[in-house]
């Protein structure tokens, strides 16, 4: 039992008192996903070898760490390259406001406000720079990240496809993908589900809803 | 009285059988997002945005105001039962609610849980019945310089409050801003940043980009990680609590409910950090804290009652104010906006139907979801056993034919799946995708009473400073920005400060 220093929310707690009570203190605000955009952990994330002792669970081990560091995160020069994108995002922003007229403040023109946010960007972007040792809250691309990859080609032969043979084969062809290849189920669910899907969306959404989406029956 | 009388009119608009029905279709789809790790009820709401085109605003904003608060009760059943919070603003609930289950007291756990999450949002709607008409009434005087400061000040907060990086969340809300002003510029008629594009002449529509950042970066994120089946579930004997535990909890329900309802206005408050909050003061104030973590019923009564009132509160700006206090607000709000109602401090007087119709369907969606949630406990976690990987291409699917669905355009797809490789890249790169969704709803609401306040002062910025409100809320700003880097300075050095002193003291 080691009196680590434990961040807990509320002010007016004394923070990092090492009394026992400590060990079952409220992880930090920064760990939990802000309302709403919740990425809840996937069930591999629950951090093993914490025993079945939920206390142990609850002390946060540095403040600065999410609770389940699974991933890891990327080095300093991938951060000084999100910094140096963020800027060039900014100064894109910047170039394209200024040939839209930047207008003074009396009279704003219709580049003056892009103007405003994009230089915003360009300055937080540099603001980024001094910290690509500090920063901590990314996470590398891992052997499964070729998923991702696969993922978005399997929608990209959708978009381009559904509007010329209708939404069916390619959405049949993208659930198996997505089933046998990406999510590793059996050869024979994938068929069955992927049919399935198809005809329940067939069903819904011609039959059902009657929405114009492009179909071929 | 009369203001009584929309009040009850509401209740009418609530009983007709397609509001009912959309309720009910709302908290159910709510409670199995709340039990299915993976999206979140943002994201979901996205997905589901196109369906409700179809129906009247108010049945659309009953069946999305279900989701959120659904989620809230859903979350609750695999932190008690898996220790895996199905949201984030259940993540304290795992602590009691999961050594509760351990002792074989998940009945109780979950019981207290849904009881606490009635009377917390109960509790929070007549709160919010009250309050509602007065700030609406009272906002009824803002300008353009008070929505400009009002806006920011949203933005801002929801920004800094939410986790990861500050700035990279800043970054992500400015991103957002300038998204929004894509299209045809209103005051001078110039088209900005469309490339000449005639699908973006009208500017970015807001369901492709927050169904690609929310619902296609979530599922790309979620591609990532490893899909171990869920484990068999401790077996749930009873979710009715005896007496001496709902008394116990009583007090823990009180507070939690205050708490969760005034955090929840706040913008960036909401839910998550009402349940950190709730649970922080339970045990601040318990006679035996040693307790909490081993099984305090109170330990599960206060977070839930505070995330659920919570998440009834943040409806406050929202439908007073027309700022959204979350990202969840952020897609109510953009859902309003696409059934071409503006929320605001009118909302009140010019859709009394609409505004009460909502807020009413609260108290039926909060008895639907007890009623639900201690006989069908079992039933949802069941749900549990569906594998990720089977949900993943049929949620995608329902965002590309969804999206098409919209405005009935191709191109339309092909924006979902670029923004939804943006929010995938953001979240590897540690931005938060909350903010630019919610910058990018109050975008032109921003630029537009910028750009009318700078005309009515002729140009001189020190203008919103002389305007007592517009004032205030630019303080309350620069209050925002300045004293978040002071309080961890002063944590660090704290920090450096106390491994010494741990050090000295025998363990």
């Known amino acids: 039992m080691s009196a680590r220093p434990v961040e807990r929310p509320g002010e007016g707690e004394d923070a990092a008192a090492p009394s026992p009570a400590a060990e079952a203190a409220v992880p930090a605000p920064r760990p939990a996903a802000p309302a709403g955009t919740t990425e809840a952990p996937a069930p591999g994330d629950v951090p093993e070898g914490a025993g079945a002792d939920p206390a142990d669970a609850a002390a946060p081990v540095d403040p600065a760490e999410p609770t389940e560091p699974v991933v890891a995160p990327m080095g300093p020069v991938a951060n000084a390259a999100v910094a140096l994108v963020v800027m060039a995002l900014g100064g894109a922003g910047i170039a394209g406001s200024w040939s839209l007229g930047v207008g003074t403040p009396a009279e704003p023109a219709a580049g003056t406000w892009p103007l405003i946010i994009s230089a915003a960007i360009t300055l937080l972007g540099a603001a980024l720079l ?9 996470e590398v691309f891992s052997p499964a990240s070729w998923k991702v990859v696969a993922a978005l080609a399997t929608m990209v032969a959708f978009v381009a496809v559904v509007g010329v043979i209708g939404f ?9 993908v997505w089933l046998r290849f990406l999510g590793g189920e059996s050869w024979r669910l994938s068929a069955v589900a992927s049919v399935a899907i ?6 819904v959404f011609v039959g059902l809803l009657a929405v114009p989406i492009p179909h071929l029956f | 009285m009369d203001s009584l009388t929309p009040m009850i009119d509401g209740f009418g608009v609530v009983l007709e059988p397609v509001n009912l029905l959309y309720c009910l279709i709302g908290v159910v789809v709510g409670m199995l997002v709340g039990v299915l790790p993976g999206l979140g009820p943002a ?26 608060y659904g989620a809230q009760y859903g979350g609750t059943i695999t932190s008690v039962l898996l220790r895996l919070p199905g949201e984030a603003s259940s993540v304290v609930t795992v602590f009691d609610g999961h050594a509760l289950a351990r002792q074989g007291r998940a009945g109780t756990a979950l019981g207290v849980a849904a009881i606490g999450s009635f009377a917390g949002g109960t509790l929070s709607i007549v709160a919010l019945s009250l309050l509602a008409p007065l700030v ?5 005087d803002f300008g353009p310089p008070e929505y400009t400061a009002l806006a920011l000040l949203g933005i801002l907060l929801v920004a800094t409050v939410g986790n990861g990086g500050r700035l990279k969340a800043v970054i992500a809300a400015c991103v957002g801003l300038l998204l929004a002003t894509v299209g045809r510029d209103t005051f001078a008629g110039v088209e900005r940043f469309t490339f000449d594009s005639l699908s973006l002449a009208d500017g970015l529509d807001f369901v ?4 690609g950042v929310f619902g296609i970066g979530e599922i790309l994120h979620n591609l990532e990680q490893r899909h171990t089946a869920a484990a068999a579930p401790a077996k749930v004997a009873n979710a009715w609590p005896s007496w001496a535990d709902l008394r116990q909890s009583a007090g823990a329900m009180g507070r939690g409910s205050v708490l969760g309802f005034f955090l929840g206005i706040l913008p960036g408050g909401g839910a998550t950090l009402s349940s950190l909050a709730a649970y922080a003061v339970e045990k601040r104030r318990s006679r035996t804290p040693e307790r909490f973590g081993r099984g305090a019923v109170e330990g599960v009564a206060a977070p839930e009652t505070a995330n659920n009132a919570a998440s009834t509160s943040s409806f406050i700006p929202l439908l007073t104010l027309g700022i959204p206090a979350n990202a969840t607000m952020a897609m109510i709000f953009g859902a309003l906006l696409i059934h071409g109602v503006q929320p605001g401090p009118e909302l009140v007087s010019a859709e009394p139907e609409l505004f009460w119709g909502v807020v009413n369907s609260m108290y039926i969606g909060n008895i639907l979801l007890l009623i639900m949630s201690i006989p069908l406990v079992g039933l949802f976690v069941k749900i549990l056993r569906v594998r990720a990987t089977i949900l993943a291409p049929i949620t995608v699917l329902i965002t590309l034919v969804g999206v098409y669905t919209v405005r009935n355009s191709v191109f339309d797809i092909a924006l979902v799946i670029v923004f939804g490789l943006l929010g995938y890249l953001m979240k590897k790169f540690g931005f938060e995708p909350g903010p630019l969704v919610l910058a990018f709803v109050l975008g032109s609401l921003l630029e537009d009473s910028l750009r009318r306040s700078l005309l009515l002062f002729d140009g001189d910025p ?6 007592p409100i517009s004032g205030t809320l630019l303080v309350a700003l ?13 944590r660090r050095r704290r920090a450096q400060r106390q491994p010494e002193e741990a050090e000295k003291t025998p363990v």
């Open chain 2, 136 to 140: 609406a009434g009272f906002a009824l």
């Open chain 1, 130 to 138: 001094p910290g690509v040792r500090r920063t901590r809250d990314t």
């Open chain 1, 198 to 203: 198809v005809a329940a969306f067939y069903a």
């Open chain 2, 478 to 490: 620069a209050a925002v920005i300045v004293v978040p880097p002071l309080a961890a300075l002063l």
């Open chain 1, 168 to 176: 069916e084969i390619p959405s049949a062809l993208l659930a198996f």
């Open chain 2, 208 to 211: 492709p980009i927050a169904m």
């Open chain 2, 43 to 68: 994201a979901t709401i996205a997905i589901l945005l196109p369906i409700t085109f179809g129906t009247e605003p108010v049945t659309a904003i009953i069946m999305l105001a279900g989701i959120f």
């Open chain 2, 462 to 467: 020190t203008g919103f400073l002389t305007r």
